[in-house]
Nanobody
């Protein structure tokens, strides 16, 4: 049984940084891709970033481009999200997701991912 566990969330001031981590257990082979999504109160879950393991190809939402960086260790099925220059509008529950297989460069819709973590809260406030 595959489990994704996120960590690293918390309270940070505007302009600050946080690093989220996500590790998958119960899996002996690599996923096709892993990604990060977020959901603010009253809003739909939205795409943040994704990485395809075959070539480390990454994609970002326009709202985080240049501020967030996704990286990871394919062999360990671990993915990170380095978040810099955080803004109050980045406040949300952040979810890690993993996709079993695919053919496109990237996938950005939540329904396209097969496994999900429980989420970690990120609050950006002074």
């Amino acid at each position: 049984q595959v489990q994704l566990v996120e960590s690293g969330g918390g309270l940070v001031q505007p302009g600050g940084s946080l690093r989220l981590s996500c590790t998958a257990s119960g899996r002996t082979v690599s996923f096709y891709a892993m990604g990060w999504f977020r959901q603010a109160p009253g809003k739909e879950r939205e795409f943040v970033a994704t990485i395809r393991w075959s070539d480390d190809n990454t994609r970002y939402a326009d709202s985080v481009k240049g501020r967030f960086t996704i990286s990871g260790d394919n062999a360990k099925n671990t993915v990170y999200l380095q978040m810099n220059t955080l803004k109050p509008e980045d406040t949300a529950v952040y979810y890690c997701a993993a996709k079993d297989s695919g053919s496109r460069t990237y996938y950005y819709r939540p329904q396209e991912y097969d496994y999900w973590g429980q989420g970690t809260q990120v609050t950006v406030s002074s």
